[in-house]
């Protein structure tokens, strides 16, 4: 951390153009791709801005390479963020919405509208995990299987919690802050042929064929992100690499999941088929308790459990650094305050 490989430099303190960064950057990059299985035709990209920018750097990258002067793509709808990412590119383009995940109120079941893909869109977007709502689109296949267009996935919360088969994938990008580091890092994963079709009023710094020449170069990189996203990524590898990640997280998610049905106390209303593994959103059915119960959570050492905003109630997230010892915590102390009540 404060002198790497006893260079007394930190990594914090690198330029990015030594040798000693460009190593750090080489090994993430090549760890990230053993553990994903990543094939030699996508790169890799580490690039800024979060999963927000990339909502704005996909069509700019994309949106227009089938007909320039009609640019079209399809986006399946199923929360917050695959919403946000429909309206920033509508700005750049027709934005069809051609699948929904319809909740008829925040936490309702889901009902599922058949797809209608556009013949000449550019690429079809999906969020594999809406951290808002917890919903998770776990086959991505059924949606390869329905369209010949690239499948461009945000995987901003559950990357390396399951593995991806890249030949049904366009792009794939993630903000390194839920499953992969800390905030600052971007990881864009591209397929080859998908580069060099950039707007030409795309900003440089994000026409990925420009981070690609220049092995995510062009600008700065966010140094201390890769560093801390390679310690993770080598993290994840030497303890059973993504297939455990996923075992892991369903084990978890299972755990709590079970503790909300067999309760009468506590209830999560999303379709069985598309709940998350990585963000559990609950509520009380007698809302009054709900100001006690988060009370006496942070007093047994459960923080962070309010659920967003938009829906309220409670939300427990399961990304691959909380140990199952958490869930079993949070299991029991639900139970207890249920007894309670």
């Given at each position: 951390?404060l002198?790497?490989?006893?260079?007394?430099?930190?990594?914090?303190?690198?330029?990015?153009?030594t040798?000693?960064f460009?190593?750090?950057?080489?090994?993430?990059?090549?760890?990230?791709r053993?553990?994903l299985?990543?094939?030699q035709?996508?790169?890799?990209?580490?690039?800024?801005?979060?999963?927000?920018?990339?909502?704005?750097?996909?069509?700019?990258n994309?949106?227009?390479?089938?007909?320039?002067?009609?640019?079209?793509?399809?986006?399946?709808?199923?929360?917050?963020w695959?919403?946000?990412?429909?309206?920033?590119?509508?700005k750049?383009?027709?934005a069809?919405?051609?699948?929904?995940?319809?909740?008829r109120s925040?936490?309702?079941?889901?009902?599922?509208?058949?797809?209608?893909?556009?013949?000449?869109?550019?690429?079809?977007h999906v969020?594999?995990?809406?951290?808002?709502?917890g919903v998770?689109?776990?086959?991505?296949?059924?949606?390869?299987r329905?369209?010949?267009?690239?499948?461009?996935?945000?995987?901003?919360?559950?990357m390396?919690?399951?593995?991806v088969?890249?030949?049904?994938?366009?792009?794939?990008?993630?903000g390194?802050?839920k499953?992969?580091?800390?905030?600052?890092?971007?990881?864009?994963?591209?397929?080859?042929?998908?580069?060099?079709?950039?707007?030409?009023?795309?900003?440089?710094?994000?026409?990925?064929r420009?981070?690609?020449?220049?092995?995510?170069?062009?600008?700065?990189?966010?140094?201390?992100?890769?560093y801390?996203a390679?310690?993770?990524?080598?993290?994840?590898?030497?303890?059973?690499?993504?297939v455990?990640?996923?075992r892991?997280?369903?084990?978890?998610s299972?755990?709590?999941y079970?503790?909300?049905?067999?309760?009468?106390?506590?209830?999560n209303?999303?379709d069985p088929?598309?709940?998350?593994?990585?963000n559990?959103?609950?509520?009380?059915?007698?809302?009054?308790?709900?100001?006690r119960?988060?009370?006496?959570?942070?007093?047994?050492?459960?923080?962070?459990?309010?659920?967003?905003?938009?829906t309220?109630?409670?939300?427990?997230?399961?990304?691959?650094?909380?140990p199952?010892?958490g869930v079993?915590?949070?299991v029991?102390?639900?139970?207890?305050?249920e007894?309670?009540?």
């Open positions: 951390m002198s790497y490989q006893e260079s007394g430099i930190g990594p914090m303190e690198m330029s990015h153009r040798d000693l460009l190593e750090i950057m080489d090994s993430a990059r090549e760890t990230l053993e553990l299985e990543i094939p035709s996508h790169d890799i990209l580490f690039m800024q801005g979060g999963g927000i920018a990339q909502n704005a750097i996909v069509p700019l994309l949106m227009g390479h089938r007909n320039p002067s009609n640019p079209v793509a399809d986006f399946v709808v199923s929360g917050t695959s919403r946000k990412t429909e309206t920033e590119a509508s750049y383009g027709k069809n919405r051609s699948f929904e995940l319809v909740a925040p936490l309702e079941h889901l009902n599922v509208v058949p797809e209608l893909f556009s013949e000449n869109a550019s690429y079809v969020c594999s995990n809406e951290t808002i709502e998770e689109i776990r086959n991505l296949a059924q949606f390869a329905s369209t010949p267009h690239p499948i461009v996935v945000d995987a901003s919360s559950n390396l919690s399951t593995p088969d890249f030949s049904q994938v366009g792009v794939l990008y993630a390194a802050q499953n992969a580091g800390i905030a600052g890092l971007t990881i864009v994963v591209v397929r080859k042929d998908l580069m060099g079709h950039a707007h030409p009023f795309c900003p440089s710094a994000f026409d990925w420009l981070v690609s020449e220049h092995c995510s170069m062009y600008n700065t990189p966010p140094t201390y992100g890769i801390i390679g310690l993770v990524f080598r993290w994840i590898r030497d303890n059973g690499g993504v455990a990640m996923e892991q997280s369903f084990l978890k299972s755990a709590l079970d503790c909300i049905d067999r309760s009468a106390l506590f209830a209303h999303i088929s598309y709940r998350s593994r990585i559990v959103p609950f509520h009380l059915e007698d809302r009054s308790l709900e100001g119960f988060l009370e006496q959570a942070e007093i047994a050492g459960l923080v962070h459990l309010k659920g967003h905003k938009s309220g109630g409670f939300r427990a997230s399961l990304y691959n650094a909380m199952s010892e079993t915590a949070l029991e102390f639900m139970r207890e305050f007894r309670k009540a």
